[in-house]
């Protein structure tokens, strides 16, 4: 019994401190997104490459989507007999 009392002597040097909520949301926020990208690019040995050639895609498709939203021509037209 008279064992656990040196521990308890020295407890209060051994806390530790911990920051204040704000500091520690922003520290999850920042794990989060560190565990996401690496997540994502598992695997891939060119991360940038691979972004860069989503990037390009998704300008594509915009692009595409905006042409055929615009009525240019060139697509179906309906006839009515």
């Given at each position: 019994m008279g064992m656990c009392l040196p521990c308890l002597g020295g407890a209060a040097d051994d806390v530790v401190v911990t920051p204040d909520p704000e500091t520690r949301r922003q520290q999850l926020a920042?794990?989060?997104?560190?565990r996401?990208?690496?997540?994502?690019?598992r695997g891939v040995k060119n991360p940038e490459a691979v972004e860069r050639k989503?990037?390009?895609q998704?300008?594509?498709?915009?692009q595409a989507m905006s042409t055929s939203v615009s009525g240019g021509g060139g697509g179906l037209?309906?006839?009515v007999g």
């Amino acid at each position: 019994m008279g064992m656990c009392l040196p521990c308890l002597g020295g407890a209060a040097d051994d806390v530790v401190v911990t920051p204040d909520p704000e500091t520690r949301r922003q520290q999850l926020a920042e794990a989060a997104e560190k565990r996401q990208k690496e997540t994502a690019y598992r695997g891939v040995k060119n991360p940038e490459a691979v972004e860069r050639k989503r990037k390009k895609q998704e300008e594509a498709e915009k692009q595409a989507m905006s042409t055929s939203v615009s009525g240019g021509g060139g697509g179906l037209k309906w006839q009515v007999g």
